[in-house]
């Protein structure tokens, strides 16, 4: 049997807050394997983006985790530190939810993905260059100069997103989490970069954590799923199976809202069965 990327037995994570510490996941086992696309879906506030923060093992000393997280079969908690800092961009890639936070003001376009490109050490400047434009024209940006030497400030939304997620696989990371990396795009980008992802799968066997609101794009491109409802995981498995026959309450409403919200889903995604009872 393949060896997981990564995998998560019984992960709970606690912070503290003015009343104590409290749960902000609770039990969750998963595991994603070379080329697989995990969707991971919940309302605001479920522990989408603190579940991809302890993947990549960068919740502070604020949060207390308890369970275990291996990376390729290594416990995370366990490994000298080198190793542990090496996860991040090299083994695990992340696009953030926030880009603008994220990108560095005085850095331009070329500086950050260079900055991701700085394990190649075997590339010339030249080749840089050119791997650099190759990462501008996947995410389905423009590769030319005034791009390359712009600030974050000068970017609209969707530009940064996508200088994120191309800085995120300059590294070429065997798992790549990105929450809400598509928010602002607009459909055509949308699919662009869902298409780049698909083909790194295919290519060469890279797996995606792919934490969104998108339940459409979710039901479409992912080849599991995880439903998180305060820090608990409702329902996990294959997609096709769980989207089909939705066993919680709580996912038929979702489901229910993205279609009232989404009038551009077709109802075929979500059979009628499916969200039957919803409680909305
Ligand atoms: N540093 C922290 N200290 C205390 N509580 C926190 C901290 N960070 C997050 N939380 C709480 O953990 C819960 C989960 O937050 P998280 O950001 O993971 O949710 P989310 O599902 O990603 O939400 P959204 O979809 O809005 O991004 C929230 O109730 C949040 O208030």
Sequence with gaps: MTTPLFEADTLTVRARNPSGWHDILRDI??????????GVVGESGSGKSTLGLACLDLLG????????????GHNIDTMAEKARTAIRGRT???????????LNPGMTVTQHLAEGLRHSTALSRQAKAERIGELLQAVGLDSGPHLRQAYPHTLSGGQRQRILLAAALAGKPDLLIADEATTALDPASRDTVVALLKAQAAERGMATILISHDLELVARHTSSLLVLRGGSIVEQGQTATVMAQPASVYLRSLLALSLRFTPRAPLSLFPEQAIQGAEV
């Design 29 to 38: 086992s998963f595991h994603i394997k070379p080329g697989d696309i995990l």
């Design 61 to 72: 000393s604020a949060f207390h985790i308890s369970g275990t997280r291996r990376v390729k």
């Design 92 to 102: 695990i890639g992340y696009v953030p939810q926030e880009p603008m936070t994220a």
